[in-house]
C-alpha cells in the first residue's frame, strides 16, 4: 500500500482512540503483560526481559538523541541525496533542461534496486523512480508536493527528460557497503561539457545534517500551500518556531484551520 495512506491510518487510529478514551471507552489492563500481551506475542513466544526494557525507556528519547529526521522530498528516501547532488549541480552550473544530453545517475544496489522504475508513469511510480527525481529537479529546481502529481509526471518534458536519464550500478560505491546513501550524479551538456556532483552522505535534514531554517520554510509552506492562505502559513509557521513561548494553543490552532484561498 502507499506511504501515504499509512500515515492517514495512523493519524485516524489515534483520533479515533483518543475520542473513545473521552467517551469512556476501555480496554484490558493487561494487553502488555504475560500470557497474551504484546510482549508475549510479539516475541515469538519467547517472552521479553522487564529488567532490561524499564531502565532504558526515555534515556533518550529518540526525538532527542539522535534526533528527528524531515524528508526534503515526499519521495523514496533513498533518491533524496541523489537528488540534492542534481539541485547543487544545476543551481551551481546554471544547467537549463534544454542544455541536458544526458544523466547518469551512479549508484550502488541499495539504492537502484529498491528505486525500480526506469520511467515513472504516474505519481506513485515517480516516488521510486530516480529519473523522474533528477527531472523534476532539472525542470523546476525542486520536487516537491507540486511536483509529484500524476500531470506533472505524465507531461511531455518530463516524460522527454527522463528518457535522457541512465540508472548505472557502480561497482566502487557498491564496494563501500550499504551504511550510507552513496551515488553520483554526471550530466553531459549538448555542448559537449561533462558536470559530476557527488552526494553528500550526511542526510540532509537528518541528525547530522538538520535543515536550515529556510530549509525547513521551504518544505513546510510547500506542503501548507495545499491548505492554508500565504498568511496563515507564515503565521503557523512563525507560531510553532516558538511553541515553548506561546501563552495559549488556540492561537496556533485557529491559524492551522484558516480556511484555504480558492485556486
Known sequence: L???????????????AAELA?????GGKDALDPPWGFFQTF??????DPARIIPLLGKP??????????????????????????RRLATKHDVKPEQIAAIRVRAGSNILNPLRYPIATNEL??????????????????AGIHEFNDEFVQSAPVQALMRKVERI???????????KIRCTVEVDLIDGRK????????????PDLPFTRDE????WSDCASLVLPPRAIDEAFELVDGLERLADVTTLVRALTAPATKH
Not at 558536470?195 to 537528518?206: P, S
Not at 525547513?216 to 518544505?219: P, T
Open 22 to 26: 473521552a467517551r469512556g471507552f476501555t
Open 61 to 86: 528519547h529518540t526525538i532527542v538523541s539522535p534526533g528527528v529526521s524531515i524528508k526534503p522530498y515526499p519521495c523514496g528516501v533513498l533518491g533524496h541525496p541523489t537528488m540534492d547532488a542534481m
Open 125 to 142: 511510480e515517480a516516488k521510486f523512480c530516480p529519473a523522474f527525481m533528477v527531472s523534476a529537479i532539472a525542470l523546476r529546481r525542486k
Open 43 to 48: 516475541g515469538h513466544g519467547e517472552g521479553y
Open 195 to 206: 558536470l559530476v556532483e557527488h552526494a553528500d552522505e550526511r542526510y540532509r535534514g537528518g
Open 169 to 179: 550500478l557502480d561497482p566502487a560505491i557498491e564496494a563501500k557497503g550499504f551504511e
Open 216 to 219: 525547513l520554510y521551504e518544505k
Open 2 to 16: 502507499p506511504k501515504p495512506l499509512h500515515v492517514g491510518r495512523g493519524g485516524q487510529t489515534g483520533v479515533t
